[in-house]
């Protein structure tokens, strides 16, 4: 996961952190719609003390320009307008700004990167001393929910191969049909004509039919399967319902109950109404 994604999901104090280190130095627009280039290049192999270090420096300049002007470039539609506008005028204001000074662009950019990662990793901290805290419970139904998301989608995508199959069992079946109404027709022809004809047509229909014997087998298979999956993952829904309606549901009326009366809080009572409210 790129950098800039992780600072996007940045929250609070820390969100407004982020935020701040953008301006007219360096607009956040930039950031967004560059991140990934702007995390592909060497700045920290600029040695910002070094003079001779400004080619390079300003070689990054350029080429940031440049980015900045072919994404311009690409922004179609009424609302892409007003974008191509915006970054072709950052374009324009950054190179005017560092164009004698290109290391301070690269100390910029330096300075903004190694604050995200710095604020980055203090959430990621945060998150998973959280995380270490909950209860082996919780932990229990945040991963039951995950083996649901991903039962529910491999579900999902065997249903869709399954209407594939039998839309195209139909168009071979009404072939079948076809070659059947074909071999009728071929009836009123003189005999030595309608051998000629029936021949490969009779060919064709048993090669069809016989596909057709081998899918409809096939198909069938496939529908037991999916019935099969359905009822493990309704199976995995009951137990995750029986798990948050019954028994977190209690637990947590339990500590609504002890609060209201001066009680002490127990551990995880905010993560259990979540999962309760998201039932």
């Known amino acids: 996961m790129s950098l800039w994604i992780q600072a996007q999901q940045l929250q609070g104090e820390a969100l407004h952190q982020m935020q701040a280190l ?17 995390e ?3 700045w920290d192999s600029v040695e910002l003390d070094n003079p001779a270090e400004e080619t390079k420096a300003k070689r990054l300049l350029d080429n940031l320009v440049g980015e900045l002007q072919k994404k311009a470039q690409v922004q179609g539609g009424e609302d892409g307008f007003l974008l ?29 990167l190694q604050s995200e990662q710095r604020l980055v990793q203090e959430a990621t901290n945060v998150s998973i001393g959280a995380m270490d805290s909950l209860s082996q419970r919780h932990q229990q139904i945040n991963q039951a929910f995950e083996e649901l ?23 071979q079946y ?56 359905h009822q493990k993952t309704l199976a995995l829904l009951r137990k995750q319902q029986t798990l948050i309606l019954d028994e977190e549901l209690i637990q947590w ?8 009366n001066g009680g002490q809080h127990e551990g995880g009572a905010g993560h259990s109404a979540v999962l309760v409210r998201l039932w």
């Open 174 to 229: 009404q072939e079948n049909l076809r070659i059947q109404a074909q071999l009728s027709s071929l009836s009123s022809l003189p005999a030595a004509e309608r051998s000629q004809r029936e021949t490969p047509l009779q060919s064709k229909r048993a090669t069809v039919e016989a596909w057709l014997t081998r899918e409809a087998s096939t198909l069938q298979k496939y529908r037991l399967d999916l019935a099969e999956q």
């Open 84 to 112: 191509k506008i915006k970054l072709g005028h950052y374009a324009t204001t950054l190179k005017s700004t560092y164009d004698r000074c290109p290391l301070e662009l690269v100390r910029c950019i330096k300075q903004i």
């Open 22 to 38: 953008y301006g007219q130095h360096f607009p956040i627009e930039v950031r967004h719609y560059l991140a990934q280039w702007i």
């Open 149 to 171: 998301r991903l039962a529910t989608q491999e579900t999902e995508n065997e249903l869709r191969k399954l209407q594939h199959s039998q839309e195209y069992f139909i168009i």
């Open 253 to 260: 009326k339990r500590r609504q109950q002890l609060a209201g």
């Open 40 to 42: 592909s290049q060497p």
